[in-house]
């Protein structure tokens, strides 16, 4: 009996200790709880309400080269993941460059005067973190771009500024927000007015060295989805792009864009193949139609340009304009080529 109570006494002695133990081995191996960034949920409730007609899984380092953007849209170039947009009278241009100063990619512009690209010169206000991957729409005033940073919710996302005339330089950039942003990499969006279409390039859900191309119709005003009537974890579906077709409402206005899609994806296969089968006529002829743009913007800026600047251009100008006369030249002895040989097969 007396062995007894000791034992319950030895228990009653080393349960807490083994209690407190316990508590903390379980606190030291405890994993962390992981805390949602605040703005994630202020995202959310103001999430676009836009119609995605479509999507394909391409590569990562040339996904521009899959986006049939029309003519007036401008143009689209890729070199080692880093983008490049020059308008569509390409004689405008942003560059993504790498910078081995701070490790970053940043957003330079240049124009196409006297015949020659001026000295690119860095964006400013867009470019203290890193960016990629430009889109000026054709009011030649908003720009879209993608950037990681503080701004961001994840790796980079999707941004748009506007361009200040009275204070010649671009807006502070806003982040244009959930469904074009995320915890994930969102590289690139761009608005075609011409075939009012847009496409949004992200790798959420997708492989290492893949992204997802997004085909959507554009708004012309912003509209939300009315947060109170979903649940938060459809909000968040809408806001991840789980499923396209929960973004369909009207499916003729999903089958019109539809249509304008193809089309435009069957003009850039077009388009592609006659450049690749271009005579030297019409080489020659594209590049007396730039060469013409490029003299026409030159002599226009000799009017506004400082004495300094008039002493060079005007060497370029007249430069420019005897290459003109040159190439005009060969242009009209291939004509004459072509129209002998035309006369011969039809006699």
Request: hydrophobic share 35%.
């Amino acid at each position: 009996m007396k062995r007894y109570a000791i034992i319950l006494l030895a228990l009653c002695l080393l349960c807490p200790l083994g209690a407190d133990a316990q508590r903390k081995k379980a606190k030291k191996n405890a994993t962390p709880a992981v805390v949602e960034d605040p703005r994630i949920q202020q995202m959310l409730v103001s999430t676009q309400k836009v119609v995605f007609i479509d999507s394909m899984v391409v590569g990562k380092n040339d996904f521009m080269r899959y986006i049939p953007l029309s003519r007036d849209a401008g143009f689209l170039e890729q070199t080692d993941s880093m983008g490049q947009f020059t308008n569509e009278l390409k004689d405008h241009r942003f560059t993504t460059v790498f910078d081995v100063n701070d490790s970053a990619c940043h957003i330079v512009q240049s124009d196409y005067i006297g015949n020659r690209w001026t000295t690119p010169q860095r964006v400013e206000g867009i470019s203290n973190a890193s960016a990629n991957n430009p889109f000026l729409m054709p009011d030649g005033t908003t720009l879209y771009f993608a950037q990681k940073g503080e701004n961001s919710i994840g790796g980079y996302d999707i941004f748009v500024t506007r361009y200040d005339g009275d204070m010649g330089s671009f807006l502070r950039a806003e982040n244009l927000g959930m469904p074009f942003s995320s915890t994930a990499n969102d590289y690139f969006y761009a608005i075609d007015e011409a075939n009012n279409l847009g496409y949004f390039v992200t790798d959420r859900r997708q492989p290492a060295g893949k992204v997802c191309i997004y085909v959507f119709i554009p708004n012309t005003t912003r509209k939300i989805y009315a947060s109170e009537n979903y649940s938060e974890e459809k909000m968040r579906s809408l806001a991840r792009i789980d499923r396209i077709a929960d973004s369909w409402g009207d499916k003729a206005l999903r089958n019109e864009a539809l249509d304008r899609f193809y089309a435009a994806r069957k003009h850039q296969t077009q388009a592609t193949a006659a450049n690749a089968q271009a005579s030297p006529l019409q080489v020659m002829r594209h590049q007396a139609e730039t060469l013409e743009n490029a003299l026409q913007l030159a002599r226009n800026y000799y009017a506004r340009a400082s004495k300094a600047e008039r002493q060079n251009l005007r060497h370029e100008i007249l430069s420019s304009e005897k290459e003109l006369e040159a190439l005009q030249l060969e242009i009209r002895k291939e004509e004459k080529k072509q129209n002998a040989i035309l006369y011969k097969d039809n006699n």
